[in-house]
């Protein structure tokens, strides 16, 4: 599978990203899918993943501010990022597959990611 992240850039506190990751190779509607996020110094942290159900799981971090969706007919996965903050810049990665357990979650364990786009959110 082939994963290309896309919308990332800069943001004001407040304001609002929308990230988009186009795949090729599989069809989204039947695989697990997500978005982690790698700021420097620190670890991965998942940010949100979405089943081949259609169920969605959140990071406590970005709940109600975050949006995870399928765009089925684009073959597309997209993070809507509403009320940004500073703590959330970071490398933002589309990832897809499942663990090497066969979970769906943390996104940063999925077998495929794409290469990243970088977020950065000003105060």
């Known amino acids: 599978g082939h994963l290309v992240e896309s919308g990332g850039g800069s943001a004001q506190a407040g304001g609002s990203l929308r990230l988009s990751c186009v795949v090729s190779?599989?069809?989204?509607?039947?695989?697990?899918m997500g978005w982690f996020r790698q700021a420097p110094g620190k670890d991965d942290e998942g940010v949100t993943v979405v089943g081949s159900d259609g169920r969605v799981k959140y990071a406590d971090s970005v709940k109600g501010r975050f949006t995870i969706s399928k765009d089925n007919a684009k073959n597309t996965l997209v993070l809507q990022m509403d009320s940004l903050t500073p703590e959330d810049a970071a490398m933002y990665y589309c990832?897809?597959?499942?663990?090497?357990?066969?979970?769906?979650?943390?996104?940063?364990?999925?077998?495929?990611r794409g290469q990243g786009t970088q977020v950065t959110v000003s105060s």
């Open positions: 190779g599989f069809t989204i509607s039947t695989y697990c």
């Open positions: 990832a897809a597959g499942w663990t090497a357990g066969g979970r769906c979650r943390p996104a940063a364990a999925l077998a495929y």
